[in-house]
């Protein structure tokens, strides 16, 4: 199983720090003359300081220059800090430190995501900092939720894949982001009548450590069922379906290497050369990692390619599994071709494996698991003697 991650949002979720924010724009809203009250203040969960204003002065139809702007941020977030003063470890939601430390234990990588620039400062509070691996610094993200971008380099700056990924928000505004990261969605006592997350919980005390990993498919299954869409139709010489062949090279990964990014690449292997998915799209969904694993499979036939080329970019890929990943897919097929009916095809695959493929890979040298691939490819070509 590859690396997992936890992202949450931190108001509403890991603390309720909603009713400070409340109370600091009730106070200034009623200095500026302005209606605000419980209810609208739902519309500022999840979004920056500056949204929020925006949307209270648009509640009031009422504009200010850009000056006076700033200069009442300035004075909600002051009175708001001198708010923050007044938490302790007491105001973490029921459950969270329990789900945090199985989390840990679990070594799934914990971070938050806020539009708070408090966030550190809150954490403090809380005692909880060191629990996360990464806080997202809400100064860097330009695009607030339901934007994406958050989220998106959360799982980034920790090295996951976003389908490897579980985000917990309880706005809509944050629902949406998750989603559109392409993350597992967690709504905590969210009411929307337009967003449905993908496993809702009424609060944090429903948190649960196992039930979470029990609900969300493993990015392995989710490459497998992808896979098999794209290749949809599509059938070998012999008649079988082609997913297949991905499946036995995807599984044959599994067994032999085992690391579930390199599984992943065995199952997208020819996903780019085949199907209309590209390399953006896989990025999106699996990492680069995965999409620059998948692109050095693909053969790009331009008019500088060369089979000899697209086959040293290979042997030389800074990942070794690419090539243990190419040696498989070249075992399967060359099983394969007992059943085809293309006997002109049989000898010129054969002839290449023979007299280019394997020459140009033991000129390199290889790990002891390449080494026996390769032995086990010469001893498939010789069932063709």
Same mark, same amino acid.
């Given at each position: 199983?590859? $690396?997992?991650?936890?992202?949450?949002?931190?108001?509403?979720?890991?603390?309720?720090?909603?009713?400070?924010?409340?109370?600091?724009?009730?106070?200034?809203?009623?200095?500026?003359?302005?209606?605000?009250?419980?209810?609208?203040?739902?519309?500022?969960?999840?979004?920056?300081?500056?949204?929020?204003? &925006?949307?209270?002065?648009?509640?009031?139809?009422?504009?200010?220059?850009? /000056?006076?702007?700033?200069?009442?941020?300035?004075? $909600?977030?002051?009175?708001?800090?001198?708010?923050?003063?007044?938490?302790?470890?007491?105001?973490?939601?029921?459950?969270?430190?329990?789900?945090?430390?199985?989390?840990?234990?679990?070594?799934?990588?914990?971070?938050?995501?806020?539009?708070?620039?408090?966030?550190?400062?809150?954490?403090?509070?809380?005692?909880?900092?060191?629990?996360?691996?990464?806080?997202?610094? !809400?100064?860097?993200?330009?695009?607030?939720? *339901?934007?994406?971008?958050?989220?998106?380099?959360?799982?980034?700056?920790?090295?996951? !894949?976003?389908?490897?990924?579980?985000?917990?928000?309880?706005?809509?505004?944050?629902?949406?982001?998750?989603?559109?990261?392409?993350?597992?969605?967690?709504?905590?006592?969210?009411?929307?009548?337009?967003?449905?997350?993908?496993?809702?919980?009424?609060?944090?005390?429903?948190?649960?450590? +196992?039930?979470?990993?029990?609900?969300?498919?493993?990015?392995?299954?989710?490459?497998? !069922?992808?896979?098999?869409?794209?290749?949809?139709?599509?059938?070998?010489?012999?008649?079988?379906?082609?997913?297949?062949?991905?499946?036995?090279?995807?599984?044959?990964?599994?067994?032999?290497?085992?690391?579930?990014?390199?599984?992943?690449?065995?199952?997208?292997?020819?996903?780019?050369?085949?199907?209309?998915?590209?390399? /953006? /799209?896989?990025?999106?969904?699996?990492?680069?990692?995965?999409?620059?694993?998948?692109?050095?499979?693909?053969?790009?036939?331009?008019?500088?390619?060369?089979? /000899? $080329?697209?086959?040293?970019?290979?042997?030389? &890929?800074?990942?070794?599994?690419?090539?243990?990943?190419?040696?498989?897919?070249?075992?399967?097929?060359?099983?394969?071709?007992?059943?085809? *009916?293309?006997?002109?095809?049989?000898?010129?695959?054969?002839?290449?494996?023979? +007299?280019?493929?394997? *020459?140009?890979?033991?000129?390199?040298?290889?790990? &002891?698991?390449?080494?026996?691939?390769?032995?086990?490819?010469?001893?498939?070509?010789?069932?063709?003697?």
């Amino acid at each position: 199983m590859g $690396k997992r991650a936890f992202i949450f949002d931190l108001d509403g979720v890991l603390t309720d720090t909603a009713r400070l924010h409340y109370e600091a724009w009730k106070e200034l809203s009623d200095v500026l003359g302005l209606k605000f009250n419980i209810e609208d203040n739902e519309r500022l969960k999840g979004v920056s300081r500056r949204k929020s204003f &925006d949307i209270i002065l648009e509640i009031n139809r009422k504009s200010y220059s850009e /000056e006076e702007v700033e200069r009442y941020l300035e004075q $909600k977030n002051r009175r708001y800090v001198s708010l923050l003063d007044t938490i302790t470890p007491n105001d973490i939601l029921p459950g969270i430190l329990e789900f945090l430390n199985n989390a840990r234990e679990a070594g799934i990588l914990l971070a938050v995501v806020s539009a708070s620039r408090n966030a550190d400062y809150v954490l403090e509070r809380l005692e909880i900092k060191e629990k996360f691996d990464y806080i997202a610094d !809400a100064n860097l993200i330009s695009k607030p939720k *339901p934007d994406p971008e958050i989220f998106t380099v959360c799982a980034e700056a920790l090295g996951v !894949a976003p389908l490897n990924c579980v985000g917990f928000e309880d706005a809509e505004a944050g629902i949406i982001a998750i989603q559109k990261a392409n993350i597992f969605a967690v709504g905590i006592g969210v009411q929307s009548d337009t967003v449905k997350p993908d496993l809702a919980l009424e609060s944090t005390s429903d948190l649960d450590i +196992n039930m979470i990993l029990e609900v969300i498919i493993s990015i392995e299954e989710k490459a497998a !069922a992808l896979a098999e869409k794209l290749h949809k139709g599509q059938t070998r010489d012999e008649g079988t379906p082609y997913f297949s062949h991905v499946q036995n090279v995807a599984l044959r990964v599994k067994e032999l290497d085992g690391k579930a990014e390199n599984v992943v690449i065995a199952y997208m292997h020819d996903s780019m050369e085949d199907t209309e998915i590209k390399y /953006e /799209e896989i990025c999106t969904l699996f990492g680069a990692e995965v999409a620059d694993g998948v692109k050095s499979l693909t053969k790009i036939k331009d008019s500088e390619y060369s089979f /000899e $080329k697209y086959l040293l970019g290979i042997i030389n &890929d800074e990942n070794p599994s690419i090539l243990t990943i190419k040696i498989i897919d070249r075992i399967d097929n060359i099983k394969s071709l007992k059943k085809s *009916p293309k006997a002109n095809k049989i000898k010129k695959y054969l002839n290449e494996t023979e +007299n280019v493929f394997i *020459p140009l890979i033991e000129a390199r040298p290889l790990s &002891d698991l390449n080494k026996e691939l390769i032995e086990e490819l010469k001893n498939e070509l010789m069932k063709y003697e």
